[in-house]
């Protein structure tokens, strides 16, 4: 036969469930409708630490009774009133009791049992103040809001909830996200969001990892707003993404939910993609290897969110601190050496649109929206002191807003670093010419010391093969004759190199971009050319070293002389180049 009161009990636990703030919460908490507690006939419940609520099968109720009761219990766990040092302290109890009975006048839960329904006193906001003041002015027993007769104690500690299919509980955070759901139900609905009122759903770590940016990191929250976070199973399974994945010129986020990470691990996932997303390295792409520049572009990331301490690292990801304060191009061209090693680690989380999506106008409006989003996002973070940023990742995001400084005004720094400005001295040993109106005064002409002026000189070593695009090859001679002729470097060693070396000895700086006729254009071997000037007897050891390659060339040993390169953009030198790398463009 039907039992009555228990059906009243689990009606009133429905009423419970249907509750977007303590819907949660009941579902994790252990009732007891049975009688293996015994309680007298006045009794309802009673709740313990390890989220056990006990209640009296004998009683007689109505469900909304029951609700309220089953309520009044969950919010002494959700509001951490059942505390060890307050344990059997009845003055504790009654001043929790009085703040949870204001919840549940405030949450409008059930109905509260004509025992329970006193007014409230004035100031019961806060239990440790209202538990002061009960020490000092009044008696417990005033205070009729405890869900056990005699004005006994209706909670118990028992340690800390930790149950073998659930593992353990922070009741405390349970409310808190309960809360904030039941917040943004609210929202969405008054908004059109959503169409039903009281319709709600528990958020998965993967969504709290995506509110909390939206919320409470500005850095990155411009960037999460303007992506679709996909975590359908069977979509990341077909698309073969284990953890994470970013699409720009979809503006999708792809996660694995099966991934199984928490949701500090999750935070961490997110902000790695919405940086590849803000620094725009598809864009910087460029012709590299696109798996190797993802490799390249995780170490960076990898190791700014550790040191910005954003979330928790899930286990696996790369990260090497070798590889700190170095950019990603300089990280490629590290890898480089070792493609084979590198590619099995890629894990391949930026899903490169087709070629020619970066031509159409979407990509324009969106690289610049991007860039725009986390340049706000830094000054919002800087300007309300939020927290350290790396050195290195705030360049990068103050470079996107700045153009990139052109190869040759870098190659001009180069000359200036290299060869100071010479200093003139007067000598009567040849006379000025500008002293035609005073023919019978002598006066001293300027002079170089020719000390100075002999080891003032550098070497050129042209890759001539036939992959070398003319035109870059003529820009770089050009740049390189005129900056030698404005810093005083009268003499240039120019080697060709294509299957062999050809040396051109030594040649006046300006005749470089004009006369020089190129020799050879077939394949590519720089060694043997570094060896003939290495060897030369009359290039002084001291002398820096243009090297001007489409990087199609082996390691090479520079013999530790100063050097720079000149490559074509979007070519990467197959080896960890020491010196500067220029990219002709």
Same mark, same amino acid.
């Given at each position: 036969?039907?039992?009555?009161?228990?059906?009243?009990?689990?009606?009133?636990?429905?009423?419970?469930?249907?509750?977007?703030?303590?819907?949660?919460?009941?579902?994790?908490?252990?009732?007891?409708?049975?009688?293996?507690?015994?309680?007298?006939?006045?009794?309802?419940?009673?709740?313990?630490?390890?989220?056990?609520?006990?209640?009296?099968?004998?009683?007689?109720?109505?469900?909304?009774?029951?609700?309220?009761?089953?309520?009044?219990?969950?919010?002494?766990?959700?509001?951490?009133?059942?505390?060890?040092?307050?344990?059997?302290?009845?003055?504790?109890?009654?001043?929790?009791?009085?703040?949870?009975?204001?919840?549940?006048?405030?949450?409008?839960?059930?109905?509260?049992?004509?025992?329970?329904?006193? /007014?409230?006193?004035?100031?019961?906001?806060?239990?440790?103040?209202?538990?002061?003041?009960?020490?000092?002015?009044?008696?417990?027993?005033?205070?009729?809001?405890?869900?056990?007769?005699?004005?006994?104690?209706?909670?118990?500690?028992?340690?800390?909830?930790?149950?073998?299919?659930?593992?353990?509980?922070?009741?405390?955070?349970?409310?808190?996200?309960?809360?904030?759901?039941?917040?943004?139900?609210?929202?969405?609905?008054?908004?059109?969001?959503?169409?039903?009122?009281?319709?709600?759903?528990?958020?998965? /770590?993967?969504?709290?990892?995506?509110?909390?940016?939206?919320?409470?990191?500005?850095?990155?929250?411009?960037?999460?707003?303007?992506?679709?976070?996909?975590?359908?199973?069977?979509?990341?399974?077909?698309?073969?993404?284990?953890?994470?994945?970013?699409?720009?010129?979809?503006?999708?986020?792809?996660?694995?939910?099966?991934?199984?990470?928490?949701?500090?691990?999750?935070?961490?996932?997110?902000?790695?993609?919405?940086?590849?997303?803000?620094?725009?390295?598809?864009?910087?792409?460029?012709?590299?290897?696109?798996?190797?520049?993802?490799?390249?572009?995780?170490?960076?990331?990898?190791?700014? &969110?550790?040191?910005?301490?954003?979330?928790?690292?899930?286990?696996?990801?790369?990260?090497?601190?070798?590889?700190?304060?170095?950019?990603?191009?300089?990280?490629?061209?590290?890898?480089?050496?070792?493609?084979?090693?590198?590619?099995?680690?890629?894990?391949?989380?930026?899903?490169?649109?087709?070629?020619?999506?970066?031509?159409?106008?979407?990509?324009?409006?969106?690289?610049?929206?991007?860039?725009?989003?986390?340049?706000?996002?830094?000054?919002?973070?800087?300007?309300?002191?939020?927290?350290?940023?790396?050195?290195?990742?705030?360049?990068?995001?103050?470079?996107?807003?700045?153009?990139?400084?052109?190869?040759?005004?870098?190659?001009?720094?180069?000359?200036?670093?290299?060869?100071?400005?010479?200093?003139?001295?007067?000598?009567?040993?040849?006379?000025?010419?500008?002293?035609?109106?005073? /023919?019978?005064?002598?006066?001293?002409?300027?002079?170089?010391?020719?000390?100075?002026?002999?080891?003032?000189?550098?070497?050129?070593?042209?890759?001539?093969?036939?992959?070398?695009?003319?035109?870059?090859?003529?820009?770089?001679?050009?740049?390189?004759?005129?900056?030698?002729?404005?810093?005083?470097?009268?003499?240039?060693?120019?080697?060709?190199?294509?299957?062999?070396?050809?040396?051109?000895?030594?040649?006046?700086?300006?005749?470089?971009?004009?006369?020089?006729?190129?020799?050879?254009?077939?394949?590519?071997? &720089?060694?043997?050319?570094?060896?003939?000037?290495?060897?030369?007897?009359?290039?002084?050891?001291?002398?820096?070293?243009?090297?001007?390659?489409?990087?199609?060339?082996?390691?090479?040993?520079?013999?530790?002389?100063?050097?720079?390169?000149?490559?074509?953009?979007?070519?990467?030198?197959?080896?960890? /180049?020491?010196?500067?790398?220029?990219?002709?463009?």
């Amino acid at each position: 036969m039907p039992n009555p009161a228990q059906e009243a009990f689990r009606a009133g636990q429905g009423l419970v469930k249907q509750n977007p703030v303590l819907g949660p919460l009941i579902e994790r908490a252990v009732l007891c409708f049975d009688d293996s507690y015994p309680m007298a006939r006045e009794d309802w419940a009673w709740v313990a630490s390890d989220g056990y609520i006990y209640a009296n099968s004998h009683r007689r109720a109505l469900p909304g009774e029951w609700a309220y009761v089953l309520a009044h219990c969950l919010l002494h766990l959700a509001l951490g009133h059942i505390r060890e040092d307050r344990e059997g302290d009845s003055l504790w109890n009654a001043a929790c009791d009085c703040v949870t009975a204001r919840y549940l006048a405030d949450l409008h839960i059930g109905t509260p049992p004509r025992e329970l329904a006193d /007014p409230l006193p004035s100031n019961t906001r806060e239990e440790e103040k209202l538990y002061f003041w009960l020490k000092e002015h009044k008696d417990p027993a005033c205070f009729h809001f405890s869900t056990m007769s005699g004005s006994r104690a209706d909670m118990s500690w028992r340690g800390e909830t930790r149950h073998w299919w659930s593992g353990a509980t922070d009741w405390r955070k349970l409310f808190a996200e309960s809360l904030r759901d039941a917040l943004r139900a609210a929202v969405d609905y008054a908004g059109g969001v959503r169409t039903e009122p009281g319709k709600y759903k528990k958020m998965g /770590p993967v969504k709290r990892a995506q509110e909390w940016f939206l919320s409470s990191y500005p850095l990155l929250g411009g960037v999460a707003s303007g992506f679709k976070l996909v975590d359908d199973p069977l979509t990341v399974q077909r698309m073969d993404i284990p953890v994470a994945a970013i699409s720009v010129h979809m503006k999708e986020i792809y996660v694995n939910p099966a991934a199984g990470l928490t949701e500090q691990e999750w935070r961490f996932v997110l902000a790695h993609e919405y940086l590849h997303a803000a620094l725009c390295h598809e864009q910087r792409l460029g012709k590299r290897d696109p798996e190797l520049w993802n490799v390249a572009c995780d170490y960076v990331i990898n190791q700014w &969110l550790r040191d910005m301490e954003v979330g928790q690292m899930p286990e696996g990801l790369l990260y090497d601190p070798e590889l700190n304060n170095l950019p990603a191009e300089s990280i490629y061209d590290l890898l480089a050496s070792n493609l084979r090693k590198y590619r099995r680690m890629a894990k391949h989380d930026i899903l490169f649109g087709p070629p020619d999506w970066q031509d159409s106008k979407d990509f324009v409006d969106l690289d610049a929206w991007c860039r725009s989003a986390i340049q706000r996002g830094l000054y919002y973070h800087q300007a309300h002191e939020r927290g350290f940023l790396p050195e290195g990742l705030v360049e990068e995001i103050r470079a996107l807003s700045q153009p990139p400084i052109p190869w040759d005004v870098k190659l001009a720094r180069w000359f200036d670093e290299r060869f100071e400005p010479l200093e003139r001295y007067r000598t009567y040993a040849r006379l000025s010419r500008r002293q035609s109106s005073t /023919p019978d005064i002598p006066r001293p002409s300027y002079r170089y010391e020719e000390t100075t002026q002999a080891g003032r000189t550098f070497g050129v070593l042209l890759d001539t093969s036939g992959s070398m695009d003319r035109s870059l090859l003529a820009a770089a001679l050009g740049s390189i004759a005129s900056y030698s002729a404005a810093r005083d470097v009268n003499r240039v060693r120019v080697v060709f190199c294509d299957a062999f070396p050809y040396d051109q000895g030594y040649m006046e700086a300006a005749d470089i971009a004009g006369s020089v006729k190129v020799r050879g254009r077939g394949g590519t071997v &720089l060694q043997p050319g570094i060896e003939l000037l290495e060897h030369a007897d009359d290039f002084p050891k001291e002398a820096p070293l243009l090297i001007i390659t489409d990087c199609e060339c082996d390691r090479l040993n520079l013999y530790g002389r100063d050097h720079a390169f000149l490559v074509p953009r979007g070519k990467s030198l197959p080896f960890p /180049p020491r010196g500067p790398v220029f990219y002709l463009e």
